[in-house]
């Protein structure tokens, strides 16, 4: 509700979410012998992380 209102608001739990999809992916595709389904996962937080940065960065 906050970013409607036209506010800041923390970009910290989209981070924290990224980064354990970022860990789970990478941990599996490893354990998969490079499975490509587990880039579903990777994708995603890699997205997450660039959202984030970015918001994170111009405030």
């Known amino acids: ?3 409607l209102r036209g506010t800041d608001a923390s970009t910290f ?3 924290v979410i990224a980064v354990a999809y970022l860990c789970f992916g990478a941990w ?3 354990s998969s012998s490079f499975n490509p389904f587990y ?3 990777i994708v995603p937080g890699i997205l997450l992380v660039m959202a984030g940065w970015t918001r994170t960065s111009s405030s």
Do not use: H, T
Request: hydrophobic letters at 75%.
């Open 13 to 15: 739990p989209a981070i």
């Open 1 to 3: 509700m906050k970013r």
């Open 39 to 41: 880039l579903a996962f």
């Open 28 to 30: 599996a595709l490893l």
